[in-house]
């Protein structure tokens, strides 16, 4: 993996490709920021592997919102929110929402 600092913006970026079992390629690109995540997955050198990964979150210490996305077919979305009440005794309550495109199903997902 390689990790670029960038000391002016308080962000790293790391770049990463592994081979897995299945002898697909993954290229992975991770930008970490103060306050903000994107993650962006790419799979080659396989062409029945078209799934790319893309999520990203936005946030302070108390409130974080993230979007992701499997897009194959740009069937997947997940929407997520996640609230910190009191980060000493760690209580948090966070809700997901997924919706399926070609099945038309929709989930959410409440917890805390």
Not at 6 to 17: F, K, L, V
Not at 44 to 49: H, K, R, T
Not at 72 to 77: E, G, H, N, P, Q
């Given at each position: 993996?390689?990790?670029?600092n960038?000391?002016?913006?308080?962000?790293?970026?790391?770049?990463?490709?592994e081979c897995?079992?299945?002898?697909?390629?993954?290229?992975?690109l991770?930008?970490f920021h103060?306050?903000?995540?994107?993650?962006?997955?790419?799979?080659?050198?396989?062409?029945?592997?078209?799934?790319t990964?893309?999520?990203?979150?936005?946030?302070?210490?108390?409130?974080?919102?993230?979007?992701?996305?499997?897009?194959?077919?740009?069937?997947?979305?997940?929407?997520?929110?996640?609230?910190?009440?009191?980060?000493?005794?760690?209580?948090?309550?966070?809700?997901?929402?997924?919706?399926?495109?070609?099945?038309?199903?929709?989930?959410?997902?409440?917890?805390?």
């Open positions: 993996m390689a990790v670029l960038n000391p002016r913006m308080e962000q790293n970026i790391a770049i990463h490709g897995c079992h299945t002898e697909i390629a993954t290229y992975r991770l930008s103060e306050y903000a995540t994107l993650a962006m997955s790419l799979p080659l050198m396989d062409d029945s592997a078209t799934e990964e893309l999520s990203t979150t936005l946030g302070t210490p108390r409130v974080a919102f993230g979007l992701g996305t499997k897009v194959d077919k740009a069937d997947l979305l997940r929407a997520s929110y996640v609230h910190y009440f009191d980060h000493e005794k760690k209580v948090a309550a966070a809700a997901v929402i997924c919706r399926k495109f070609s099945t038309k199903e929709d989930s959410l997902i409440v917890g805390g």
